[in-house]
C-alpha cells in the first residue's frame, strides 16, 4: 500500500512529536483510555486527546467504545504498509532505552480506576 506525498506528511508530521512517539509506544503494551495516557505522560486530557486524533488521522491508532470507556489501540497494518514500518523503526530505537524501560513501569502501575478516584490530579504538570 503506498501514500501519496501529501498522507506521507500527515503520517511524519504525527511521528514528529515526543508526546505521540510516547503513546505508540505505550500502545504497543496494551490498549489504554485517554485518562490513562494523560497520567502516563502527565498531560492534560484535552491535549491527549488531540495527539490520539493526530495519531488516528495518520492511520496509526485506532479506537473502540466499551461502555463508558473509549479504548485506544495501535490499528492492525498490513505487513507491506509503511506505517507498519514506521511504527517498527519507533520501537526499535526506544525499545532498549533506560528512560523508556522506566516509563514502562510507571505504565503498568496505571489503573484508569484509580485515576478517576482522584479527578483533581489527572494530567496535571507542574511548572
Known amino acids: 500500500m503506498s501514500q501519496s506525498p501529501s498522507e506521507l506528511v500527515v503520517i511524519l508530521k504525527a511521528l514528529a512529536d515526543e508526546s505521540r512517539l510516547r503513546i505508540l509506544r505505550a500502545l ?3 490498549s489504554l483510555c485517554v485518562c490513562e495516557l494523560a497520567a502516563f505522560l502527565g ?3 484535552s ?3 488531540e495527539h ?3 495519531l488516528h488521522d495518520a ?3 485506532r479506537s473502540v467504545r466499551a461502555g463508558t470507556w473509549v479504548n485506544y489501540f495501535l490499528a492492525e497494518l498490513e505487513e507491506g504498509d509503511p506505517r507498519k514500518l514506521l511504527l517498527r523503526l519507533v520501537e526499535q530505537m526506544t525499545g532498549e532505552k533506560e528512560q523508556w524501560k522506566q516509563e514502562l513501569a510507571r505504565l503498568h502501575r496505571i489503573d484508569r480506576r484509580k485515576i478517576l478516584g482522584k479527578p483533581a490530579e489527572i494530567g496535571m504538570r507542574k511548572g
Do not use: D, E
Open 28 to 30: 504497543t503494551h496494551r
Open 43 to 45: 498531560l492534560a486530557m
Open 47 to 49: 491535549t491527549v486527546s
Open 52 to 54: 490520539l486524533s493526530v
Open 59 to 61: 492511520g496509526l491508532v
